[in-house]
C-alpha cells in the first residue's frame, strides 16, 4: 500500500493524473501492470481481467490496483442511489482508490485529491469515514477463492502471452517489449 500511494503521489504531481496500475508482489519479485486506456466498460473490465489473469500466472502474494475515481459517500441515515453514477453526483469526491489484497483479506485506502484553483494537484486529503468493510466490483477480488494449480498458472500465462503481456514487461525490463 506504501508503495502504491508513493506511485499515486508521484503520477500526480509529474502528470497531474493516475495513471491506473496493478502492483504486485510475486515469489519472483514485483510485477507492474498499466493498461493502455480506462476509456469505457470494455477497457475497464479487460484490466480487472488482465490483473485477476497477472494474480494466478504469478502466484501473486499481494496486489494492489490504483485507480483515480469519482466518490458519492452517503451521509449518515441516507442510502446512495445505485441508479446514480459517482461522476454524475453533485457532491462527488475526485479520490484516488487504492484496493489491496493479499489471499483472504482486503484492505482499500482512498486519497481525496485536493487541487489548487486552478485545477492543478495540491495534495491529498485524509479520508473522513470510518473504513470500509468490504468493496465489490469490477475491481475487486482480485485472488481466485483457492490456490491455483500449476496448470491453471501455465493456463493464465499463455493466455496473458496472447494478449501481449509478457513477463519482461510486468518486471519492469523494458527491453523485453
Same mark, same amino acid.
Given at each position: 500500500?506504501?508503495?502504491?500511494? &508513493?506511485?499515486?503521489?508521484?503520477?500526480? /504531481?509529474?502528470?497531474?493524473?493516475?495513471? #491506473?496500475?496493478?502492483?504486485?508482489?510475486?515469489?519472483?519479485?514485483?510485477?507492474?501492470?498499466? #493498461?493502455?486506456?480506462?476509456?469505457?466498460? /470494455?477497457?475497464?473490465?479487460?484490466?480487472?481481467?488482465?490483473?485477476?489473469?497477472?494474480?494466478?500466472?504469478?502466484?501473486?502474494?499481494?496486489?494492489?490496483?490504483?485507480?483515480?475515481?469519482?466518490?458519492?459517500?452517503?451521509?449518515?441515515?441516507?442510502?446512495?442511489? #445505485?441508479?446514480?453514477?459517482?461522476?454524475?453526483?453533485?457532491?462527488?469526491?475526485?479520490?484516488?482508490?487504492?484496493?489491496?489484497?493479499?489471499?483472504?483479506?482486503?484492505?482499500?485506502?482512498?486519497?481525496?485529491?485536493?487541487?489548487?484553483?486552478?485545477?492543478?494537484?495540491?495534495?491529498? &486529503?485524509?479520508?473522513?469515514?470510518?473504513?470500509?468493510?468490504?468493496?465489490?466490483?469490477?475491481?475487486?477480488?482480485?485472488?481466485?477463492?483457492?490456490?491455483?494449480?500449476?496448470?491453471?498458472?501455465?493456463?493464465?500465462?499463455?493466455?496473458?502471452?496472447?494478449? &501481449?503481456?509478457?513477463?519482461?514487461?510486468?518486471?519492469?525490463?523494458?527491453?523485453?517489449?
Amino acid at each position: 500500500m506504501t508503495r502504491a500511494e &508513493g506511485y499515486a503521489d508521484f503520477s500526480m /504531481r509529474q502528470i497531474g493524473r493516475v495513471p #491506473p496500475a496493478l502492483l504486485a508482489k510475486s515469489p519472483d519479485g514485483l510485477l507492474q501492470f498499466t #493498461p493502455n486506456s480506462l476509456a469505457d466498460e /470494455r477497457a475497464k473490465n479487460h484490466f480487472a481481467n488482465t490483473a485477476r489473469l497477472i494474480c494466478v500466472a504469478y502466484s501473486v502474494t499481494a496486489a494492489v490496483l490504483v485507480v483515480e475515481s469519482w466518490m458519492k459517500i452517503a451521509k449518515p441515515g441516507e442510502s446512495i442511489d #445505485p441508479t446514480e453514477p459517482p461522476s454524475e453526483a453533485f457532491d462527488r469526491q475526485e479520490v484516488v482508490a487504492l484496493m489491496g489484497e493479499v489471499r483472504g483479506q482486503q484492505r482499500q485506502k482512498f486519497l481525496p485529491i485536493i487541487r489548487t484553483d486552478a485545477g492543478g494537484f495540491f495534495g491529498f &486529503g485524509d479520508f473522513e469515514v470510518p473504513e470500509v468493510d468490504e468493496i465489490q466490483g469490477r475491481f475487486a477480488q482480485l485472488f481466485p477463492p483457492k490456490q491455483p494449480s500449476g496448470d491453471a498458472r501455465q493456463l493464465a500465462r499463455t493466455m496473458l502471452k496472447v494478449m &501481449g503481456v509478457i513477463e519482461q514487461s510486468l518486471r519492469g525490463d523494458w527491453q523485453g517489449n
